[in-house]
């Protein structure tokens, strides 16, 4: 296959990152890492670490998440070398990851050309003891959702503060669900009746349509709708499956930010260095580090 080609200039020039550009991203493998703070250095650990283990030279089809974690997932494939990623396509989530595609020179592709994919590899809000996930916190979890059941290999990658028992622990802002602007209200009333609070215990607003920041109304999705933010009691929390199937059933939901029964493998970044990994077997695994550089790479070379 020819040479990629770079990313059109006219992106770089006028749209900036969606996620702010953090000094590790996008060097040259043979200059060290920099340091960065513990929250993006935990990131940058559980990225490349499901990079390595789950992106080879066979696979060929890979979905790239949304938020900002995945950057430091790209930042790993694209450090595999233009021969590992000659010949594979990217499939994007969002507007976010297909920015992140073109501006790394990789190939992008869409979804109705490959409803099958190898691999995704995605963030999470939040992540529970049964690899069940909240997403949703970037708006973009119709598209995640679509790319996570069309790969064979669906893995999420999260920093420590995501790892949890119980959906709800940490994520207190709610169930991110897109819905037809239509029928948002209708939507925010069911979602009242089946027991969302509109106040949260501590005084702070619980069930609530996602506002726009720097723009009057609310959030758009890649897909023209809004997003709710819908918390539930922990009860309902504890399952997500029958809370998912519940809330999937009111008209004008498109779709629903609880992900249950998908991952295959979930890598927590922690804060002293260390990578755990838990797997839909029960395993659990800890790495207590990760190379600077993806083996891969030399092998591609
Ligand atoms: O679901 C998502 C976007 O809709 C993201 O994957 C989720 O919000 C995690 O993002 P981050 O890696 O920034 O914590």
Redesign the pocket.
Known sequence: MAALPGPPSFLAKFIPPS?PTTPGRQLPTSIPLPVLPAVEAA?RLAAFAAVDQNIGLEHKIIGV??????PYVVDRIVAQGPAANSDRVFVP??FQSKELIIKAGLVLGDVDQYPRLDVTI????EVDDELNS????????LR?KVLAEAADTWII???YR?NSKVLGTTWKKGI?IEVVPFAYATVLRDLAKAGAPEILPDGTPGLTLRMGKMKAGPVITDNGNFVIDAPFPVEMMKDPAGLLRRIKMMTGVVEV?LFCDMAKAAYFGNEDGSVQIRRVDGSVETLSSVPDTPVLAQQAA
Request: glycine share 24%; charged share 25%; proline share 3%.
């Open positions: 996620q990131k998440g949304s938020g900002s974690t995945v989530t969002s995605d963030g999470a809000d909240i997403k949703g916190g970037g708006a973009c979890q995640e990658v999260a920093d995501k991110p930010g």
